[in-house]
């Protein structure tokens, strides 16, 4: 029940807020696919807890605000975009637009909601670790090692594509690739400490976050 009510308030503040003075919005099938889809990602991860910021701010290094700023952003920003201005498209055919960005949406958040499923217990909101902790390199962490942030990146510029916002697809882009790359960094300092040699080596046999790649 906790992290439904938590679920319900995120998706409250970050999707029906920006249209409150379009009501009428909240029935089409863009918003609802919208909600939707990020209902199912924040309700398949741990319950956002605000005390996770503060409690792990030797390890986390306020990774995980800086990615929740920067996905109120990207996200609501979209949302009111599309709602009320619709900047960037004015001129060019939208649906390829709208298509593509689903697909960026289904493919990111399959990715997401499996590897978080994946890691099980040893997945956390904030950067955290205890001394039960797991190297996971099976499943999506065979070829990457942060295949949850690859799709959240996805599904996240995903959906302002889905919603015809060009403006903050482009922001999207840059600011939560930004938050991604200052969280995997906070994150591989401890996994070094905490694995050492082990979690080297997996280094060397694994990408960031693009298989063969990057």
């Not at 690859?150 to 600011?175: E, H, P, T």
Request: proline share 3%; hydrophobic share 50%.
């Amino acid at each position: 029940m906790k992290k439904l009510i938590s679920t319900f308030i995120l998706c409250s503040i970050i999707c029906c807020l920006p249209i409150i003075g379009k009501p009428e919005l909240y029935l089409s099938k863009e918003f609802l696919t919208i909600v939707f889809f990020f209902f199912l990602l924040f309700f398949t991860q741990p319950t956002f807890e605000a005390s996770d910021i503060k409690t792990n701010s030797e390890t986390d290094k306020f990774s995980m605000l800086f990615i929740l700023i920067s996905l109120i952003i990207v996200l609501s920003g979209s949302i009111i975009d599309w709602a009320y201005f619709q900047m960037g498209l004015d001129s060019i055919n939208k649906i390829p637009f709208q298509y593509f960005g689903l697909i960026l949406l289904l493919l990111g958040s399959s990715i997401r909601i499996w590897a978080i499923l994946h890691l099980g217990k040893y997945f956390s909101n904030a950067v955290s670790f205890n001394s039960e902790h797991k190297l996971i390199k099976s499943g999506p962490y065979k070829l990457i090692r942060h295949p949850s942030y690859l799709g959240a990146y996805l599904a996240i510029i995903g959906s302002a594509l889905f919603l015809k916002s060009i403006v903050f697809f482009l922001i999207g882009l840059i600011v939560m690739l930004s938050a991604y790359l200052y969280r995997i960094k906070v994150e591989e300092i401890g996994l070094i400490e905490l694995f050492g040699s082990e979690y080297q080596e997996y280094k060397k046999k694994s990408k960031k976050m693009i298989p063969f790649v990057y």
